[in-house]
């Protein structure tokens, strides 16, 4: 990769990170989109390849986020019978 593309592309995903932990997404999404698209120009054969992935890679993260979900709402419930029995129990004494 030539230095001037790896400065931009340093300089776009910075530049975007910041817009975005201050607020500003439409600058952070459109800055965010140079850096992809500059490293799409040098490996266009790895987001075709990437393009291709994109299902496999979304039923992944919709697995995995489910999973997580019904996790925490077994925690929740744990929680909420834990704390009303302690509850229950300060009242019996």
Do not use: C, Q
């Amino acid at each position: 990769m030539e230095n001037w593309k790896r400065a931009l592309l340093a300089g776009s995903a910075g530049t975007s990170a910041i817009m975005f932990l201050k607020g500003n997404r439409t600058a952070g999404f459109i800055l965010a989109g140079v850096g992809l698209a500059t490293l799409a120009s040098e490996y266009p054969e790895k987001f075709a390849e990437f393009r291709e992935n994109i299902p496999r890679y979304v039923e992944h993260g919709t697995r995995f986020l489910d999973a997580a979900s019904r996790a925490g709402e077994r925690l929740a419930e744990v929680a909420e019978k834990r704390s009303s029995a302690w509850f229950e129990s300060l009242l019996e004494t």
